[in-house]
């Protein structure tokens, strides 16, 4: 399969806990994105990654919330001290400009969190 | 603020039907639009539209944006019941980020 994949699929944790989720994006795909959605809303832009380089962060991230992606390859997404208003799916995209610099982001399946 | 407004919010058709999505904007320094469609899963890409007034087909699905209106539209035509999903709109805009702002959806329903 060479889409974007996410593991763990789902995660069930307790109020307080950390938790890390890991993103593979699309092997020649150079920009990677991590987006937020609750039930009933669409997608919310929370990262965005050009290679290892952290270009732009969402105020939606709080000071729990941080993002790497050390060799521009997989990407690693950490909440710590979880509440349960972080429950969502966090989804990660990848994207390749084309020719003339528009750019169309292919998402992984999510990883559905529930904070108990 | 960018912004992305989606109506209607759900539809309920039946099959063989013909349905028309709307997505209204206002962003600044648009660069694209996007469709998406969503089933209990991540969204699939269906279409980008730069252009203003250019037709983009793919099956019973098309879409065309107007730029100076600030909107776009889906249509399916001869609708399924594999149709019934989440049809998300959202806006690429220049910048260094290239972050989508996604409206909240168009809930489809297609019965037998």
């Known amino acids: 399969d060479t889409g974007v994949s996410q593991d763990p699929r789902h995660k069930i944790t307790k109020r307080g806990q950390n938790v890390t989720f890991r993103c593979d994006p699309i092997?020649?795909?150079?920009?990677l994105y991590w987006y937020r959605q609750t039930l009933g809303q669409g997608p919310e832009f929370l990262t965005y990654f050009q290679n290892e380089a952290q270009l732009e962060k969402s105020r939606l991230l709080s000071d729990r919330f941080s993002a790497e992606r050390p060799k521009g390859s997989f990407s690693t997404l950490e909440i710590q001290r979880t509440e349960q208003g972080d429950s969502a799916m966090y989804l990660c995209a990848s994207s390749f400009p084309d020719r003339d610099g528009a750019y169309e982001q292919y998402f992984g399946p999510g990883t559905r969190l529930t904070v108990t | 603020e960018d912004k992305v407004v989606q109506s209607p919010l759900s539809l309920v058709v039946h099959e063989g039907d013909t349905v028309t999505l709307n997505c209204s904007y206002e962003v600044t320094n648009f660069r694209s639009l996007l469709w998406y469609k969503q089933e209990k899963k991540a969204p699939t890409f269906l279409f980008m539209l730069?252009?203003?007034?250019i037709e983009k087909k793919s099956g019973r699905l098309s879409s065309i944006l107007d730029k100076k209106e600030l909107f776009s539209i889906l249509n399916i035509t001869a609708t399924q019941t594999g149709d019934s999903a989440v049809y998300l709109c959202?806006?690429?805009?220049?910048?260094?980020?290239?972050?989508?702002?996604f409206g909240s959806g168009t809930q489809l329903t297609v019965l037998p």
């Open positions: 959202a806006v690429l805009t220049s910048g260094s980020a290239r972050q989508l702002t």
């Open positions: 730069t252009s203003s007034g």
């Open positions: 092997s020649e795909h150079n920009r």
